[in-house]
């Protein structure tokens, strides 16, 4: 099934599509479809200090910087394929591969839905160091903050935001902050283009041997160590 930016910001009714091979193609909540920026336009932690306006958008990722393959990751937070391959793939990337300096793994937000696009925001506001954790938890934990019926998926998320050290104040801040919002959907436009992203996860590979490999759907590890390898030569 094609992406279509179209259905992706104009759908009004409907159901979730999700993809045979393990990708979300559309958001869980119809109602809550990301629309395009118009042209032009536990006990809570110790406060931590939010990032800096030039930092909101920079690069959130994991790894040695000259690591020789660089793994690209788009997800969107309400993604339940994106979460399923954090809960069963991604620590043993982490163990195997990032940590042993084989990769570099770059987090891209592919927000879907309003709800991820909240979110998204959010972990941004986070300084770098805890986007990973953050991100991971909330992945961990969508049923509670996200998709459980009757609650206020907003004061969920502030109650995720608080464990992670980001003040009332600064969650509120980032909820509002409109700037970042634009700059996600054009980056989420932009990756699509670039990369041809038409689902959520997917993965681009790159090393010595290989440039901008594209896999899609949650991958078990042994199909992602072998893309790694393929990129590695």
């Known amino acids: 099934m094609a992406f279509s930016r179209r259905a992706l910001l104009g759908v009004g009714a409907g159901v979730v599509v999700a993809a045979a ?18 042209p032009g336009s536990a006990p809570a932690a110790a406060p931590a200090p939010a990032a800096s306006a030039e930092g909101i958008m920079g690069e959130r990722a994991i790894g040695r910087a000259d690591a020789p393959v660089v793994v690209r990751e788009f997800f969107s937070l309400t993604c339940s394929h994106c979460a399923t391959f954090h809960r069963d793939t991604m620590p043993q990337v982490k163990k195997e591969l990032v940590e042993t300096g084989r990769v570099r793994f770059i987090f891209h937000d592919f927000p879907l839905d309003q709800v991820a696009l909240t979110a998204a925001v959010v972990a941004r506001h986070l300084p770098p160091a805890s986007y990973d954790p953050f991100v991971t938890a909330l992945l961990a934990s969508q049923d509670r903050w996200a998709f459980a019926r009757g609650v206020n998926t907003t004061e969920e998320l502030a109650k995720m935001a608080a464990l992670a050290g980001l003040s009332r104040a600064a969650f509120d801040a980032a909820v509002a902050d409109e700037a970042t919002r634009t700059a996600l959907l054009k980056a989420r436009d932009e990756y699509s283009r670039t990369y041809g992203i038409d689902s959520t996860p997917s993965f681009v590979f790159s090393g010595p041997a290989m440039q901008n490999q594209k896999a899609a759907g949650a991958r078990p590890y042994s199909d992602f160590v072998r893309l790694v390898q393929q990129a590695a030569g």
């Open 21 to 38: 091979a393990g990708g979300l193609w559309l958001a869980r909540r119809p109602d809550q479809t990301v629309a395009a920026p118009p």
